[in-house]
């Protein structure tokens, strides 16, 4: 075993999800949890939160997240009209005789309860996911879940990387797509690795991504899952943009079949564990330079 | 006129695949690209676009470094830690704030209580969406700029769109390749719809995810069925995924064996049906007329 003192942080994305992004990101922490300290896996996908179906953590602590929505005391609102106006989100209407809030439609932005004149808004704090925390093995974990029928996950996603904050090596594994909840996952992570398939609609979703982080200036590399299907297109592009394939997965019923019983390719193939290791000595490489 | 959404937990469960067949066996349908994140479907229906307009993102504030005062007030009351002090100066203080875009909530507060006029607020484009001619019909579809908030708004926009479109041009069904996730955007994209299609795959994921999806269509009251992609990975895992479905009143609307041939299909720019006969087009085909059966079950 080796000491890790080091402070990592590398998320796990794809432009769309089923490219194989809980396969690599499970896959990837189990294996470093085998050789180092302080590994921890986190799942920022908290819309469909799936690696525990793979690691099968025992969970030791729960809380549930929280946000504040406005909670308003008609008696003593003097319908001013300000909070209507300052809510860029239309989550809270004076109606002249009755002020309306639609705490769907609340980012907790707390501005109506600084602008009313006459403090006659409280926040209440309201559930909208839960986070739990336990262990699989050698691997911590940490989950994020966002309750059903409520709309915004970035909230969760923060408490997940507040929970998971400290030293040892943090593995992300992002929620899918190129719009805020992803955003909020990379948002101040060392590496990106970015999971793909070499499809049209891989390299589609994987050029969407790039042009993200771009924005975003974090240093990225691609995996390729389901190596042999598909065509070339993907590989042709990331050598256009600079961006280097530091892992191929073939294409493999046998790998389909074993996550499909919910078992990690590592443990029902562990020759792969090498492909990780190799996988994570080339992140570490290009974070160092 | 009917509104039937194809949704997966997750992506990657072959949904966009299995629209663009719909949208080859429908008759006169109008096809919706509400996957604004991984719009992969136009890789498939080849549109050609007739119009293209901007979509707002809403907006950002931006600190404008010449009236700064450095006076903290908009890191006091920013809840979303965008707020940073380490702006150029600007000759009347040494530093000014800054605000990280990626970070900015667009809430507007900062801009609301600086004393300085100092914040600027602006509209930033979220992206730009487009009606289109297809060999199967009208499409509407969009692409999301980068890192863009507020796609459930474009996934409304491009429903309403297609609504009107729909009306218009006297076209029956309305077929909508859904979001995935739980989140703002799949909520958009069926609320309010007629018919919600679940695509899972025989997978722990797939059959989280399936429960996921099944509770949020069951949450919105949206009469729901379910497709098994690449049934043959795990028979045991379809049949729960089967069994749970007749237990929660969700039409078990046929399975699809894995085959690479849709990777194939994809690559010639083809939906399944168009691409293939036999095997799996066959299995397509069936459930499209379940579908339709279904439909009508249910029609008021
Ligand atoms: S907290 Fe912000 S988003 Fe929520 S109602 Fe008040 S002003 Fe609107
Ligand atoms: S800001 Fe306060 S006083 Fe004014 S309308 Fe809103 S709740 Fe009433």
Known sequence: MTQNQENLLIAVASGKGGTGKTTFATNLAWTLSGDSDRVIYMDCDVEEPNGHLFLNPEWSAAREVKVGIPIVDQDRCIHCGKCGRICRFNAIADLGTRVMTFHDLCHSCGGCMLVCPVQAITEQWNPIGMIRRGHSGALSVIQGELNIGHPTSPPVIREVKAEASGTGIR??????GTSCPVMESVKGSDFVLLVTESTPFGLFDLRMMVEMLGLLKLKLGVAINRKGLGDRSVYQFCEQRQIPVLMELEDDRKIAEAYSRGELAVVSFPHLKERFRKLMQAVLKRIRT | MKEIVIISGKGGTGKTSLVASFAALAEAPVIVDC????SDLHLIMDPVTLKSEEFKGGKLARVRTGHCTACGKCEEVCRYDAVFFDGPGNGRVSRTFRIDPAACEGCGV?????DYQAIAFEERIGGRWFISDTRHGPMLHALMSPGAENSGKL????????????KAKNREVILIDGSPGIGCPVIASITGADHVVIVTEPTPSGVHDFRRAADLAAFFHITACTVVNKWDLNRELTELIKEEADHRGIVFAGTIAYDNIVTEAQLSKKSIVEYTQGGIARQVRDIWTRLGQTMTRNQP
Do not use: N
């Not at chain 2, 996957?35 to 991984?38: E, K, L, Q, Y």
């Not at chain 2, 996934?155 to 729909?166: G, Q, T």
């Open chain 2, 155 to 166: 996934v409304s926009l491009l429903r309403m769109k297609a609504k009107e479109l729909a």
């Open chain 2, 35 to 38: 996957d604004v994140d991984a």
């Open chain 2, 110 to 114: 900062c801009h609301w209580f600086c």
């Open chain 1, 171 to 176: 593995i992300i594994d992002c929620p899918p």
